[in-house]
C-alpha cells in the first residue's frame, strides 16, 4: 500500500507558466482534497472531491481548477501561476469525512 | 475563521505526559471533535477524533468537556518524536470543508 502520493515532489515555474499536481490513492477512497499550506500558517483547503466525477470549491479555490476523472486520481491544475501561489500543496483522502490520509506534498514556488 | 482556539505553542519535557487545549464554544451538536499532527516537512496525520466520550487509542487519549465547550489531547509519555503542530479540528458529519487553523506548535525539551 503507497497510501498517498504526490508527483512532483518540487517544481519552480516562472509567473504565467501552467501546470499540473497529480495526486493518487490506492485505498479506494471516496473523498479526495488538495490544500496549500503558506510558512508559518495552517492547511487551507483549496478544493475537493466526494467521489468519482465530482469537485467542488473549499476556502481559497481561486486560480485552480480540479478534476477527477478516475476514482483514484485527483488533479490540480494551475492554468496561470502567480507568485502568490508559491506555497506547499498537500493532498488528502478518506472513506468518509473524518480520519484524512495526506501525502508528502509538493513545493512550488512561481517566481 | 477556525472554530476552535488553540495555543500557539506549548512546551514539555520528554518522558512527561503533556495536555494540549482546545477551545470550541460555537461547537454544534454534530461536530466531531478531531486532532490532527504535522510533523517537520511531512503531511498532517490523523491522531484521534470523539464526539462526546473521551477517547482512547495507541497514540494519544482525547478529554472532551462536559459541555463539550473544549477539549484537551493527551499525550501521556512525550518523546522528541512528538515535536509538531497539533490541529484541533471540528467537522460536521456532512460537513467536507474542514478549516485547520495555525494549530499549537508542541516542543519537546530532552
Known amino acids: 500500500n503507497a497510501g498517498v502520493t504526490q508527483t512532483p515532489k518540487f517544481r519552480v515555474l516562472k509567473t504565467g507558466q501552467s501546470m499540473t499536481l497529480l495526486c493518487a490513492q490506492d485505498m479506494n477512497h471516496e473523498y479526495m482534497y488538495w490544500y496549500r499550506q503558506d510558512p508559518g500558517m495552517g492547511l487551507r483547503l483549496i478544493h475537493y472531491?466526494?467521489?468519482?466525477?465530482?469537485?467542488a470549491k473549499g476556502e481559497v479555490p481561486d486560480g485552480y481548477n480540479v478534476s477527477r476523472l478516475k476514482k483514484q486520481n485527483f488533479l490540480l491544475g494551475l492554468e496561470s501561476a502567480a507568485p502568490s501561489q508559491t506555497s506547499v500543496y498537500f493532498c488528502?483522502?478518506?472513506?468518509?469525512?473524518?480520519?484524512?490520509?495526506f501525502g508528502p506534498g509538493t513545493r512550488l514556488t512561481v517566481t | 475563521d477556525a472554530k476552535t482556539t488553540q495555543p500557539n505553542s506549548m512546551e514539555s519535557n520528554e518522558e512527561e505526559p503533556v495536555h494540549l487545549p482546545c477551545n470550541h464554544s460555537?461547537?454544534?451538536?454534530?461536530?466531531?471533535i478531531h486532532w490532527y499532527r504535522q510533523l517537520p516537512s511531512q503531511g498532517p496525520e490523523y491522531v484521534i477524533h470523539g464526539l462526546t466520550s473521551n477517547v482512547n487509542n495507541r497514540m494519544a487519549s482525547l478529554a472532551i468537556a462536559e459541555d463539550r465547550k473544549s477539549s484537551t489531547l493527551i499525550l501521556h509519555r512525550a518523546t522528541l518524536r512528538d515535536a509538531a503542530v497539533y490541529y484541533c479540528?471540528?467537522?460536521?458529519?456532512?460537513?467536507?470543508?474542514?478549516?485547520f487553523g495555525k494549530g499549537t506548535r508542541l516542543h519537546i525539551l530532552p
Open positions: 479540528i471540528l467537522i460536521t458529519n456532512r460537513d467536507d470543508k474542514i478549516i
Open positions: 472531491s466526494v467521489g468519482e466525477g465530482t469537485t
Open positions: 460555537t461547537i454544534s451538536g454534530t461536530d466531531y
Open positions: 488528502a483522502s478518506s472513506y468518509d469525512s473524518y480520519e484524512q490520509y
